[in-house]
């Protein structure tokens, strides 16, 4: 069992960053594929980012390459979202998962966090 708990999200101008982090609880994180989705109001849940357990391995949307960046400690058993470059689009809320590889879609989540919400003004 694995409980995901996201903080980070706020209110910020387009062009500006935020960082998300999701603290998880239980032994066995390391060994978790992890990974970022996002819920935009009246849409449905899409993928941002995933990584492999050791974090060599990377996938994003094409919508979010090069501004956003995903990246985990093991040692902390935290997986981060760093956005650069934000757009108004990109509000949402912002959930971590847990899961297997690719974990590119939400049948694939074993774990879902509560969600933080990231609200970009124009």
């Known amino acids: 069992q694995v409980q995901l708990a996201e903080s980070g999200g706020g209110l910020v101008q387009a062009g500006g960053s935020l960082r998300l982090s999701c603290a998880a609880s239980g032994r066995t994180f390391s060994r978790y594929v992890m990974a970022w989705f996002r819920q935009a109001p009246e849409k449905e849940r899409e993928f941002v980012a995933s990584i492999n357990w050791n974090g060599a391995v990377t996938r994003y949307a094409d919508s979010v390459k090069g501004r956003l960046t995903i990246s985990r400690d093991n040692a902390k058993t935290t997986v981060y979202l760093q956005m650069n470059s934000l757009k108004p689009e990109d509000t949402a809320v912002y959930y971590c998962?847990?899961?297997?590889?690719?974990?590119?879609?939400?049948?694939?989540?074993?774990?879902w966090g509560q969600g933080t919400q990231v609200t970009v003004s124009s």
């Open positions: 998962a847990a899961g297997s590889w690719p974990l590119a879609g939400p049948s694939e989540v074993a774990y």
